[in-house]
């Protein structure tokens, strides 16, 4: 038996009861990464010497007796795309293979006050832009439910690191749908929060309208403590919301008697797997039997979100990765023959083509004469899509449907048909642009591999959409199932 089939309480008393130190936590983290990265491929970096010696300190303090947090010792994976100070941070770029950050990003600093053992960075889809993990600029993750299936993506890495247990949680972003599509595809709880609920300060941005930090863990309970813990108002970023912070913890009663849910005819049309249908009916009938009511309803705009999506977080791609350009940071092209060839040597060399294709695209959606025609008509859309999610929340508590149309798909299959990679975060995208939570949570197996079930809320009512998925996942034992590695 793995150390991290423990619950987080459980491995918090067997801390504090000295049944088992922090070394042991980030050498059993270490011995299975050892043993099954070379299939898996998570991690872009591995900081085990520092691993080691952060847990050593711990341990120190341990011996004090003194009451600890919840999320003390446990070793964590943080997104390659979150800077930490002075471990290598890439966002799965060549055009960053050299960077070193001189500042942790807020999540960051966050987790080690709560005194997590960081274990490495994890691997993605270059500048998170991609939905499989092949777009990483170094090598592909692996999805351990099966190797030669993706893990989803941009936050591959994580999600498959915890699926294979390399990591007890790790820290994803959520752009389209990043932490919730490869969490249904790797069998974990992924958590995208309310955009402005967690800091975005120090992740390097994709679309910051869009951008999301959230965690992905084994189970409902480990995403409430990990939130409550990342979660909050940040001076540093300027989107950052001041709202007070519940306790998350409170929300997991198991209680969902009366509550209403909200089926988007939409979310379980044309285009999704009739077994991944099957698994969402199944767990609206699970639902149902705990006392919970459900209708279907409609989001009218949702044919439109894909398009919208593309154009708004290509548009602000462009303009957030026009600072990578051979000067600042990053790699510089060798000999260049004058300042933009410098800029045009070095981009065409350190950026890869889905990141090129994105830039272009946002480029042009932003050109003179093209603007209204797709960049503001975009916006205008993507307030339609929100106006349908305030339409359906004045009326029902939560919204339920698949968080992928699919199961995961083979290493290959999709990559050279980008508009068919785009469509599978369609369930996904739409909650993006509202900026409303959402979390992934297993609900059944297709041929072997799991499905995820979507759970939507309210802007800030991260404990309604916690309640749910923790009451389905009590009466469930789907988030229990771990592959065979």
């Not at 930490?84 to 966002?91: A, D, I, M, S």
């Not at 270059?126 to 939905?131: K, L, S």
């Not at 830039?359 to 797709?374: P, Q």
């Not at 307030?383 to 929340?393: A, E, G, Y």
Request: net charge negative; glycine share 10%; with cysteine.
């Amino acid at each position: 038996m793995s150390l991290f089939d423990n619950t987080l309480p459980e491995i918090h008393n067997k801390l504090h009861q000295k049944e088992i130190s922090v070394s042991d936590l980030v050498g059993h983290a270490l011995e299975t990464i050892g043993a099954r990265e070379d299939k898996i491929r998570a991690y872009i970096t591995v900081d085990e010497e520092q691993a080691r010696a952060s847990a050593r300190q711990l341990d120190d303090h341990l011996i004090l007796g003194e009451e600890r947090g919840l999320l003390f010792g446990l070793p964590v994976g943080i997104k390659d795309n979150i800077v930490t100070e002075g471990l290598r941070t890439t966002c799965g770029s060549q055009f960053l293979k050299n960077f070193d950050p001189v500042y942790d990003a807020t999540v960051v600093g966050k987790l080690r006050a709560a005194q997590t053992v960081t274990l490495g960075k994890m691997n993605m889809d270059e500048f998170a832009m991609g939905g499989s993990n092949e777009n990483s600029s170094f090598f592909p993750a692996r999805n351990p439910w099966d190797l030669e299936r993706v893990p989803g993506g941009s936050s591959g890495g994580s999600a498959a690191a915890v699926a294979a247990g390399e990591a007890y949680f790790t820290l994803g972003s959520d752009t389209g749908g990043s932490i919730r599509q490869p969490a249904s595809y790797c069998g974990v709880v992924g958590l995208k929060p309310t955009y402005g609920l967690v800091s975005r300060f120090g992740l390097v941005a994709f679309a910051s309208s869009l951008d999301q930090i959230g965690p992905i863990t084994k189970n409902v309970q480990d995403s409430a403590y990990v939130l409550q813990a990342i979660a909050g108002y940040d001076h540093k970023d300027s989107t950052s919301a001041k709202v007070d912070i519940p306790d998350y913890l409170n929300a997991l009663t198991g209680d969902v008697k009366g509550l209403r849910i909200a089926v988007p005819k939409e979310y379980l049309g044309e285009g999704v797997d009739p077994q991944v249908k099957e698994k969402v009916l199944d767990a609206l009938k699970t639902l149902e039997g705990l006392g919970a009511v459900w209708e279907e309803v409609s989001l009218p705009h949702t044919e439109y979100a894909v398009a919208t999506y593309y154009l708004l977080a290509s548009s602000e791609a462009s303009s957030n990765l026009a600072r990578f350009d051979g000067v600042r940071y990053g790699v510089r092209a060798d000999n260049p023959d004058n300042l933009l060839d410098l800029y045009h040597q070095s981009r065409t060399q350190g950026f890869g083509p889905e990141v090129k294709r994105r830039i272009m695209l946002g480029t042009y959606a932003l050109s003179s004469g093209y603007y209204d025609a797709y960049y503001l008509k975009a916006q205008k859309v993507r307030t339609l899509i929100k106006q349908d999610f305030d339409r359906v929340f004045e009326q029902y508590d939560v919204i339920i449907g698949p968080t992928a149309p699919t199961t995961a798909f083979k290493i290959g299959s999709q990559v050279d048909d980008p508009l068919t990679m785009y469509l599978n975060d369609i369930l996904t995208i739409p909650v993006s642009l509202a900026g409303v939570p959402a979390i992934s949570i297993p609900c059944g197996f297709a041929d072997g591999l799991p499905v995820g079930l979507q759970i939507i809320g309210k802007a800030f009512d991260e404990s309604s959409v916690l309640r749910v998925a923790h009451a389905f996942e009590q009466n469930t034992e789907f988030h229990k199932q771990r592959p065979q590695l």
